[in-house]
Nanobody, 118 residues
Framework: QVQLVESGGDLVQPGGSLRLSCAVS????????MSWHRQAPGKERELVAS???????EYAVSVKGRFTIARDNAKNTAYLQMNSLKPEDTAVYYC????????????WGQGTQVTVSS
């Protein structure tokens, strides 16, 4: 069973930076597509960034140029570097692992709170 544990959420001022980490266990990490999602109060969960097993990345328009997703297969960890943070980035951030074979298997982390406020 795949387990994901996020860390790195915090209170930060506008314009600041944070790096979120997602540690994965229970599966061969290099075979997983990894993505970060977020959910703000009263809003639906949305995709922020994703990275494939081949290191191809995609970003939501709202974070492109400010956020960077990365993976370290040796450490079984995915990262989300967030720069130039804005109040509208405030949300619970979730890590997701996707394994695609003849079926698609998805696992979620428990979430980490990011608050951008002065």
């Amino acid at each position: 069973q795949v387990q994901l544990v996020e860390s790195g959420g915090d209170l930060v001022q506008p314009g600041g930076s944070l790096r979120l980490s997602c540690a994965v266990s229970g599966f061969t990490f290099r075979g997983l597509e990894m993505s970060w999602h977020r959910q703000a109060p009263g809003k639906e969960r949305e995709l922020v960034a994703s990275i494939t097993t081949g290191d191809s990345t995609e970003y939501a328009v709202s974070v492109k140029g400010r956020f960077t997703i990365a993976r370290d297969n040796a450490k079984n960890t995915a990262y989300l570097q967030m720069n130039s943070l804005k109040p509208e980035d405030t949300a619970v951030y979730y890590c997701r692992a996707t394994f695609r074979t003849f079926k698609t298997y998805i696992s979620w982390g428990q979430g980490t709170q990011v608050t951008v406020s002065s």
